[in-house]
């Protein structure tokens, strides 16, 4: 016994020197730089990239996070919650701008701002961080001409007149990247005129404005440069020791692969189609199971995605409505129902969104096919319902009038006859003989009441 205890504890110390050896807490040396790349539009799955990858450089004690950035822009508040993560942040962060080709524009310049260290690889560029209009209905082309003083659409302060909102949205952003810029000592000026003129720059540009620390060609470079360089971290002054580091990138998991996908605003709402016609065809026929199934499924993934973007309620709450009025349609065939269903479908697509940041645009690519597609449904359904209206019953007693039947016995005015291959009592107002061709003309309990086709015949002619 005391021999198995022995054994038990020998394989515990084995297993766990074992386990230790393919901890990823540290690597050889105990000195680590972790890496993670966000290539396209920044929205809610980029900020649960950041977030997730410095949590696990935090609790690995990473000596940096390399955050490489490849994006046209996105939304704004996605970008505030990753600024607000990296300047939260323990583990000193490193914005690169990489590939060779690359660019880090709109909301992937305030990022940049807002890293300790800032660096670009060569043939990249930042900058256009203008903010974009606020959704809503499209402006007519040439609606805006002649409009302000010198007859091009502005006002003395280059704004177009009356938008008052958009200059708010302006100031407030310029007023976040010279917050930026002041804390990390960058080029705040460059960092306005890049809001309000949509100003870009090149890699070697920025550098000589003092947008960024330096240029570098890789990952290795980009360590060895930053090595020894004072940052501020969490309040505290903090000196890099990176140079020689291993870089160990963080792949994103299946849930992040998952929201990028589902967070295009196009993609959730050819979601929020598909599930709530899973759920119509279920209710047309229950006990289906797989429209069913697909369709709840379907709608909760376009609700969560929904919920995540910053969305107007009213345009989706009209979506819904014209949808509703699409399948009213089918069931209740009326051209106004039809025609409101599309109008209130398409007025709602472009109000969906209170922002369209690059990458998070309603496509009409995707919207007005959507729309065909589901008035074309709601025709075609219309189409049935209303054919079946026209044609007699075919289900139950009223299916079996006219059906034609072999007269069994008979005795007087009551017998038996043979239809639909049973045995059934029968009467008729008539004389009828064994052997005559008959037909249904009604039933009831259970009793059919039948007349001779010869009869009916004569009666047609």
């Keep these: 016994m005391r021999l198995a205890r022995v054994a038990l504890f020998a394989a515990a110390v084995i297993a766990a020197a074992v386990l230790s050896s393919f901890s990823p807490a540290r690597t050889a040396g105990g000195r680590v730089a972790l890496s993670i790349a966000i290539d396209g539009a920044i929205g809610p799955a980029s900020t ?19 955050l490489q950035l490849d994006t046209p822009g996105g939304l704004v508040t996605s970008m505030r919650e990753m600024i607000a993560d990296i300047l939260a942040s ?64 502005k006002d003395a302060g280059g704004r177009p007149p009356g938008d008052a909102m958009m200059a708010k949205v302006t100031n407030d ?40 620390d330096f240029v570098a060609r890789d990952t290795t470079e980009l360590l060895q440069l930053a090595d020894g360089r004072t940052v501020d971290v969490a309040g505290k002054k903090e000196v890099l020791a990176t140079k020689g580091l291993a870089v160990e990138t963080l792949e994103p998991g299946w849930f992040i692969q ?89 007025l709602g697509a472009t109000m969906l969104l209170q922002v369209e940041g690059p990458g998070f645009a309603i496509s009409w690519a995707v919207i007005g096919p959507a ?32 059906l034609a039947v072999d007269i069994l016995d008979w005795d007087g005015r009551e017998g038996h006859v043979l239809a639909l291959g049973e045995r059934w009592r029968a009467k008729a107002d008539e004389p009828i003989m064994p052997g005559d061709s008959a037909e249904v003309t009604a039933i009831s309990d259970l009793v059919l009441t039948v007349r001779r086709r010869a009869a009916a015949n004569d009666g047609a002619r």
């Design 48 to 66: 649960r990239q950041l977030k997730e990858a410095l949590s696990v450089a935090a609790k690995r004690d990473a000596e940096v996070l390399i």
């Design 258 to 346: 998952l929201l990028a996908v589902i967070t295009n605003p196009n993609i959730a709402v050819v979601l929020m189609l598909v599930g709530v016609y899973g759920l119509v065809f279920e209710f047309i026929s229950p006990g289906a199971v797989a429209p069913g199934v697909l369709g709840a499924t379907c709608l909760l993934l376009g609700l969560y995605a929904l919920d995540l973007l910053p969305i107007n309620y009213a345009g989706l709450a009209l979506m819904l409505l014209g949808v509703a009025f699409l399948i009213m349609e089918a069931f209740n065939p009326t051209a106004v129902l039809g025609l409101g269903g599309v109008a209130a479908f398409l």
């Design 173 to 212: 952003a310029v007023a976040l990247i010279r917050s930026l810029a002041e804390l990390r000592g960058r080029n705040g000026d460059w960092g306005e005129k890049a809001v309000r003129e949509a100003a870009s720059l090149s890699a070697s540009a920025a550098l000589d404005q003092h947008v960024i």
């Design 90 to 153: 323990p583990v000193p962060v490193i914005g690169y701008v990489a590939p060779p080709g690359g660019h880090a524009a709109s909301a992937g310049t305030y990022i940049l701002y807002a890293t300790h260290v800032a660096a670009m690889a060569p043939g990249t560029n930042l900058g256009a961080a203008t903010p974009v209009a606020i959704g809503g209905l499209p402006s007519l082309p040439g609606g805006e001409k002649d409009s302000g003083p010198g007859g091009n659409g």
């Design 371 to 402: 729309a065909a597609l589901t008035l074309g449904l709601a025709l075609l359904a219309g189409t049935y319902v209303w054919a079946a209206r026209r044609n007699p019953p075919r289900v139950g007693g009223e299916a079996m009038r006219g």
